[in-house]
């Protein structure tokens, strides 16, 4: 992540969790990326260099106008005027990190090989969750190279206990009992 996008994000984080409005920023913030990253030409639309910037803003208006708040549509709006709109992405990740250790939220990545049944999803956020003393929110990236067993990601940590990992193990194990 950039230098550049730490700062926006940063500086619009302050100011909404000044004004208590983090959470709706968080929520809004995230759909607009989710759009963008749908519609990777409107990037291209206002940071093309042959568009004027009073178009460029206007169809930020257009678009978002009513539809986010007024610190979020200026955000946007800042970011493209200063030629920083393709930051968005990195500016919604670095928001979503401030808010989460804010609020005591840890994102876990769980990869497994067939989708987790809610009850083993349940106790997984249940247990992880009691290991870390935070709200645990739980994403489940489905993974065919696992065999079984889950794999486990959060802050830069991985616990694996797929069954590849144990394979991958044993084979270690024997080849270094060969040589």
């Known amino acids: 992540m950039t230098q550049t996008a730490q700062n926006y994000a940063d500086a619009l984080y302050d100011l909404a969790r000044d004004e208590g409005l983090d959470e709706q920023l968080l929520r809004e913030l995230t759909g607009v990326d989710g759009l963008f990253r749908e519609n990777p030409d409107y990037f291209s639309l206002l940071s093309a260099s042959n568009i004027r910037k009073p ?7 257009e678009a978002f106008s009513g539809r986010v708040h007024t610190y979020l549509l200026s955000f946007l709006k800042l970011l493209c005027e200063r030629h920083h709109i393709r930051e968005l992405p990195n500016c919604a990740r670095r928001y979503r990190g401030r808010y989460n ?13 067939i989708p987790l049944s809610e009850s083993l999803r349940d106790r997984l956020i249940s247990r992880v969750s009691g290991l870390t003393g935070k709200q645990v929110e739980l994403q489940n990236r489905i993974d065919p190279g696992v065999l079984g067993g889950i794999r486990l990601e959060y802050e830069g940590k991985a616990l694996d ?10 084979k270690k194990t024997l080849s270094d009992t060969v040589l």
């Open 101 to 113: 250790e804010d609020h005591g939220i840890l994102e876990v990545q769980a990869i497994t090989a």
């Open 161 to 170: 206990g797929t069954v590849r990992q144990r394979l991958d193990g044993l």
């Open 55 to 61: 178009e460029q803003l206007a169809a930020l208006d």
